[in-house]
């Protein structure tokens, strides 16, 4: 299992695509940070835009409005991690490299729990890189907006902690669903199309509907921003979240179970 | 060069590849059908057969990456799956694509290298072997057919393993990397190591193989030397008489059961053209003067290794249209 873990993890470093999906990461970060952050921040002082149902508006507190920016990576970044962990499995198809795959290593558990854990290292990167973005530059804009950052602020210190914890472990659903579905270009475009589309207007609609609303806080998205333990839709009055543990233990289930399905469809069939 | 060959001899399945009673379905098709077959150590076998005959799917059975509808295929004795370190036994090379086209030829080898249990180095080592030293940190997307055939080549020998496993190694090699290739397994060969090659051409490995396993329609048709194979080779002779009742009347006189009538797109009525095996044509001229049997046709026909092959693969051409491009009138 070991030698298998290091295979998987030289053929992710000997590729380009880690780092080019690391530096739109950083670039895409970036950006929304400091336009949330310059946002929120504009609309505070005022509190008085009228938001939707609220006396109070969307006006945040220093502390929500910090948490906020600084856990945009699992709220809107973790599609990176999620694709890096899919492209680790459906790549090996795309290529054909699938075969001396499983001819250095034939037990196909093994192979896939290989995939599973060389996630974790690469989800870290990714979380450890997207979350001191956002805090980077929420911070820079807080500032400069006259807003307090709240860096030294515990519960911010352990929101980006788990912010971190989410990322890593979003980088192993990515394998187990790249194992489900092995179509590189498919699993790409379904990544996308759930995370930036679908799930988003699921959470607002299934909110709007009584009986529903506690649906949404299952959906692997939502699980993501509980481990982190706070969120852009959460601090917005969209959708609750899970308490962190539980958002945990479902996104951790949605990787097992992706890669169980993986396991007995793709990684059962014969490889021809 | 790599390591002795001592190491294969110590076991009393080392080396051995055995296919037993193999039978793959894919849906209705029978892409392989109770195949069995053996293969040794210390010599090059080539298993040969047309496109589509069922030779890269029993490959892959043989690896582990295909399940078999029926029968087993071993390697030393155990199913691939069941080998430990299984890059330490068997090199294999199956598709000349299955290569990351954004890796460097040594990065695609160090892939692999934590498996085989070897350091970087050994990398560099089989690089050097198979003559990639210069493209070693070159993007394997820029590489040519042949290169990938010599980085696929060079994957397989990364364990020192004592079975090699080559599907089609010499497609897109030019003259130079056959002849190249031909030494290669050769040597590896005397080294006591077990050579497996497919290919679908058996021109192409003629000078390399010590043994054949001929298959067609994912059945066996033919399994020995290449020595025994090349006694089915023959001569024979095609002969147009515009007598054709006395070059029939003659020829079953001085070769009972050696001949046959064919056509000819010489022949009229009246005449006649039939071919004789076994036999040269100066042999038949002379018979057929002696019978004064007027010949307007005398042409050699040499059935070679490759025409055997054809033959026994079920390819071969009819007799009456390979006779009508012979040429060489005598």
Same mark, same amino acid.
């Given at each position: &299992?070991?030698?298998?873990?290091?295979?998987?993890?030289?053929?992710?470093?000997?590729?380009? &695509?880690?780092?080019?999906?690391?530096?739109?990461?950083?670039?895409?970060?970036?950006?929304?940070?400091?336009?949330?952050?310059?946002?929120?921040?504009?609309?505070?002082?005022?509190?008085?835009?009228?938001? #939707?149902?609220?006396?109070?508006?969307?006006?945040?507190?220093?502390?929500?409005?910090?948490?906020?920016?600084?856990? !945009?990576?699992?709220?809107?970044?973790?599609?990176?991690?999620?694709?890096?962990?899919?492209?680790?499995?459906?790549?090996?198809?795309?290529?054909?490299?699938?075969?001396?795959?499983?001819?250095?290593?034939?037990?196909?558990?093994?192979?896939?729990?290989?995939?599973?854990?060389?996630?974790?290292?690469?989800?870290?990167?990714?979380?450890?890189?997207?979350?001191?973005?956002?805090?980077?530059?929420?911070?820079?804009?807080? =500032?400069?907006?006259?807003?307090?950052? &709240?860096?030294?602020? #515990?519960?911010?210190?352990?929101?980006? =902690?788990?912010?971190?914890?989410?990322?890593?472990?979003?980088?192993?659903?990515?394998?187990?669903?790249?194992?489900?579905?092995?179509?590189?270009?498919? =699993?790409?475009?379904?990544?996308? =199309?759930?995370?930036?589309?679908?799930?988003?207007?699921?959470?607002?609609?299934?909110?709007?509907?009584?009986?529903?609303?506690?649906? #949404?806080?299952?959906?692997?998205?939502?699980?993501?921003?509980?481990?982190?333990?706070?969120?852009?839709?959460?601090?917005?009055?969209?959708?609750?979240?899970?308490?962190?543990?539980?958002?945990?233990?479902?996104?951790?289930?949605?990787?097992?179970? !992706?890669?169980?399905?993986?396991?007995?469809?793709?990684?059962?069939?014969?490889?021809? | 060069?790599?390591?002795?060959?001592? $190491?294969?001899?110590?076991?009393?399945?080392?080396?051995?590849?055995?296919?037993? $009673?193999?039978?793959?379905?894919?849906?209705? %098709?029978?892409?392989?059908? @109770?195949?069995?077959?053996?293969?040794?150590?210390?010599?090059?076998?080539?298993?040969?057969?047309?496109?589509?005959?069922?030779?890269?799917?029993?490959?892959?059975?043989?690896?582990?990456?295909?399940?078999?509808?029926?029968?087993?295929?071993?390697?030393?004795?155990?199913?691939?799956?069941?080998?430990?370190?299984?890059?330490?036994?068997?090199?294999?090379? /199956?598709?000349?694509?299955?290569?990351?086209?954004?890796?460097?030829?040594?990065?695609?080898?160090?892939?692999? *290298?934590?498996?085989?249990?070897?350091?970087?180095?050994?990398?560099?080592?089989?690089?050097?072997?198979?003559?990639?030293?210069?493209?070693?940190?070159?993007?394997?997307?820029?590489?040519?057919?042949?290169?990938?055939?010599?980085?696929?080549?060079?994957?397989?020998?990364?364990?020192?393993?004592?079975?090699?496993? +080559?599907?089609?190694?010499?497609?897109?090699?030019?003259?130079?990397?056959?002849?190249?290739?031909?030494?290669? +397994?050769?040597?590896?060969?005397?080294?006591?190591?077990?050579?497996?090659?497919?290919?679908?051409?058996?021109?192409? %490995?003629?000078?390399?193989? @010590?043994?054949?396993?001929?298959?067609?329609?994912?059945?066996? %048709? $033919?399994?020995?030397?290449?020595?025994?194979? @090349?006694?089915?080779?023959?001569?024979?002779?095609? %002969?147009?008489?515009?007598?054709?009742?006395? /070059?029939?009347?003659?020829?079953? @006189?001085?070769?009972?059961?050696?001949?046959?009538?064919?056509? $000819?797109?010489?022949?009229?009525?009246?005449?006649?053209?039939?071919?004789?095996?076994?036999?040269?044509?100066?042999?038949?001229?002379?018979?057929?003067?002696?019978?004064?049997?007027?010949?307007?046709?005398?042409?050699?026909?040499?059935?070679?290794?490759?025409?055997?092959?054809?033959?026994?693969?079920?390819?071969?051409?009819?007799?009456?249209?390979?006779?009508?491009?012979?040429?060489?009138? *005598?």
């Amino acid at each position: &299992m070991i030698a298998a873990l290091r295979s998987e993890l030289r053929k992710t470093m000997t590729t380009r &695509m880690w780092w080019v999906l690391l530096l739109t990461m950083v670039v895409y970060m970036a950006f929304l940070a400091g336009v949330m952050a310059f946002s929120f921040a504009f609309e505070a002082p005022g509190a008085g835009a009228a938001g #939707p149902g609220g006396e109070e508006g969307m006006a945040l507190a220093p502390l929500d409005l910090a948490l906020t920016v600084y856990t !945009l990576a699992p709220t809107l970044g973790y599609v990176f991690p999620v694709i890096m962990g899919a492209l680790s499995v459906s790549g090996e198809f795309r290529h054909m490299t699938v075969t001396p795959t499983l001819l250095a290593e034939p037990r196909r558990t093994v192979v896939l729990g290989a995939k599973l854990l060389a996630g974790l290292p690469i989800g870290l990167l990714y979380g450890v890189v997207g979350t001191l973005t956002t805090i980077g530059t929420g911070a820079a804009v807080l =500032a400069a907006l006259g807003e307090d950052p &709240m860096l030294t602020d #515990p519960e911010v210190l352990r929101t980006a =902690a788990l912010a971190v914890l989410a990322m890593t472990v979003w980088a192993v659903v990515g394998v187990g669903f790249g194992a489900a579905l092995k179509n590189q270009v498919v =699993a790409v475009v379904v990544v996308l =199309a759930f995370t930036q589309l679908v799930e988003p207007v699921l959470r607002v609609a299934l909110g709007l509907v009584e009986s529903l609303q506690e649906v #949404p806080k299952w959906l692997p998205g939502a699980a993501g921003e509980a481990i982190a333990g706070a969120s852009f839709y959460s601090a917005s009055g969209i959708n609750e979240l899970l308490p962190r543990w539980q958002g945990l233990v479902v996104l951790i289930g949605y990787a097992l179970v !992706l890669a169980a399905v993986g396991r007995l469809t793709t990684l059962r069939r014969d490889i021809t | 060069m790599i390591r002795s060959a001592g $190491h294969a001899a110590t076991d009393d399945h080392s080396g051995m590849v055995v296919v037993d $009673h193999l039978s793959k379905s894919f849906g209705a %098709v029978h892409a392989v059908e @109770d195949l069995s077959f053996a293969v040794g150590p210390g010599r090059v076998t080539g298993f040969l057969g047309p496109n589509g005959a069922g030779k890269t799917t029993t490959l892959r059975m043989l690896l582990g990456l295909v399940t078999p509808t029926s029968g087993s295929a071993t390697i030393d004795g155990r199913p691939y799956r069941e080998i430990a370190r299984p890059l330490r036994v068997v090199g294999a090379a /199956l598709e000349a694509a299955s290569f990351h086209p954004g890796r460097t030829a040594r990065d695609h080898l160090r892939v692999y *290298a934590p498996q085989v249990g070897v350091p970087d180095s050994r990398c560099d080592e089989v690089l050097a072997m198979t003559g990639l030293t210069e493209a070693a940190r070159r993007r394997v997307g820029g590489f040519s057919l042949g290169m990938r055939q010599r980085l696929g080549l060079a994957t397989t020998l990364l364990g020192d393993p004592r079975v090699l496993v +080559l599907d089609e190694p010499a497609n897109g090699l030019d003259p130079e990397g056959i002849a190249w290739l031909r030494s290669f +397994l050769r040597h590896l060969a005397r080294e006591g190591r077990t050579v497996l090659v497919s290919s679908h051409v058996l021109s192409e %490995v003629q000078q390399t193989v @010590d043994d054949v396993v001929i298959i067609a329609r994912g059945r066996l %048709v $033919h399994s020995s030397s290449l020595a025994e194979l @090349d006694a089915l080779t023959e001569r024979a002779v095609t %002969v147009l008489s515009p007598d054709g009742m006395g /070059l029939r009347t003659l020829a079953e @006189d001085r070769w009972p059961g050696r001949w046959e009538t064919v056509d $000819h797109p010489g022949a009229g009525a009246g005449t006649g053209a039939v071919l004789v095996r076994d036999v040269d044509a100066a042999t038949v001229g002379a018979a057929a003067f002696a019978a004064r049997v007027e010949l307007h046709e005398l042409a050699t026909r040499t059935v070679d290794l490759e025409d055997v092959f054809l033959r026994l693969t079920g390819q071969a051409p009819a007799e009456g249209q390979s006779a009508s491009t012979m040429g060489a009138v *005598a």
